[in-house]
Every structure is written in C-alpha cells, then in structure tokens.
T-cell receptor, first 111, second 114 residues
Framework: GENVEQHPSTLSVQEGDSAVIKCTYS??????FPWYKQELGKGPQLIID?????GEKKDQRIAVTLNKTAKHFSLHITETQPEDSAVYFC??????????FGKGTMLLVSP | DAGVIQSPRHEVTEMGQEVTLRCKPI?????LFWYRQTMMRGLELLIYFNNNVPIDDSGMPEDRFSAKMPNASFSTLKIQPSEPRDSAVYFCASSLSRRWDTQYFGPGTRLTVL
C-alpha cells in the first residue's frame, strides 16, 4: 500500500520567513495530494490540494509543488504569521483508494 | 453552511463501558469517513461509507469497534467494551462522490478511557 513520509516533524521560523514542508510517497499511481492544517483542539482543515496533472498550485501565501518523477511534493508558506502556527499534514491517494496521511509537521511561527 | 458535526466533543469513561460517538456529515455529501488520531500512529482510517453503505472497514482495530450509518445525515461509531488503549481523538469526515478524496473533517471527539 501507499506510504507517505513527511519532514520535518517540527519547524520553527520567525514571523515573515518562509516555511517549507516536504513529503514523499511510494505509490507511483497516486494522483491526488492534499494538505491539511490542524490547529489545537480542532479537526484537520483542507488548505490546498494538487492533482498529478499540474506541477504547482498557489493560493495567496501558500503553494504546493509536485515532482511526479521523484515522487515528492512540498508545501510552501511565504511571509509566515503567528496564526500559521499549527500542525500540517500531507496526504496522498490514487483513484478510488483512500487517503494516506503523513505523520504531521508542527510549525511554530515566532513573532 | 454547517460543517461536519460531531458529538460529544469530549468523553471520559471507564474501562469496560460502551461508548458511542456521533457524526452528522455535510448535507449532500455521500461519503463518510471515521478516523482515529493518536500521537504514536497519527491519523488512521477506521471505516468509510458511500451512500450509507460500509465500503471498507479494514481499519477497524477489533470486533469491539462497530459503525453504522442508518441514513444520509447520521453515523455512529461504537466501542464496546472500551479499553484504555482506545483513548484517542476520533474524527469524522465527509466528501462528495465527484471529489470523494477532498474530505472535510469535523472537530473530533476526544475519548479518554480510564
């Protein structure tokens, strides 16, 4: 089955810096890659996703890039703000299979 | 538009007791998923339904766990009898069939079994 590895497990940045979280996946047939943000005491919330027919997608300060050849995808957050502090999860799926999640990255943005 | 609703938000019970967790998916969504989240294992899919029918329950850890979806707007996850190792946060998520993998999560139920 699919295996998703996520790095780093924790990431500390200063406000205004950029943050990058990386994930690798094992199943070359995977074609959907969402990113979720989980704040303390809340459920994961979808923040951006990408399908395998595109290499990059942007939404304001966040972007996701996908390298199908290397089987990895990354989340980029620019101009980080304290409210970006949360746990971020990547996931992967193919066709009609289920989502496989990474173990999460705790992002801390210091003022 | 209301999101996924879960109840209770917190549940504390004693070992051996029956626990029932409840979920109301987003109106119109025809996929419903139950996940468990722990520090050690992360987010694990327990079971999912399509049009109220269980499709894959291979993630249900033991026979002590059962899930039902009697109608399109309600699902339950039951643990009987509960054990301390069942302590976790349980999430329900829903999605539309045309974008079934775009899942929307509820706030979760934090279960503590003493």
């Amino acid at each position: 089955g699919e295996n998703v590895e996520q790095h780093p497990s924790t990431l500390s940045v200063q406000e205004g810096d950029s943050a990058v979280i990386k994930c690798t996946y094992s199943d070359s047939a995977s074609n959907y890659f969402p990113w979720y943000k989980q704040e303390l005491g809340k459920g994961p919330q979808l923040i951006i996703d990408i399908r395998s027919n595109v290499g990059e997608k942007k939404d304001q300060r966040i972007a996701v890039t996908l390298n199908k050849t290397a089987k990895h995808f990354s989340l980029h957050i620019t101009e980080t703000q304290p409210e970006d502090s949360a746990v971020y999860f990547c996931a992967a799926s193919r066709g009609y299979s289920t989502l496989t999640f990474g173990k999460g990255t705790m992002l801390l943005v210091s003022p | 538009d209301a999101g996924v609703i879960q109840s209770p938000r917190h549940e504390v019970t004693e070992m051996g007791q029956e626990v029932t967790l409840r979920c109301k998916p987003i109106s119109g969504h025809d996929y419903l998923f139950w996940y468990r989240q722990t520090m050690m294992r992360g987010l694990e899919l327990l079971i999912y339904f399509n049009n109220n029918v269980p499709i894959d329950d291979s993630g249900m850890p033991e026979d002590r766990f059962s899930a039902k979806m009697p109608n399109a707007s309600f699902s339950t996850l039951k643990i009987q009898p509960s054990e301390p190792r069942d302590s976790a946060v349980y999430f329900c998520a829903s999605s539309l069939s045309r974008r079934w993998d775009t899942q929307y999560f509820g706030p979760g139920t934090r279960l503590t079994v003493l």
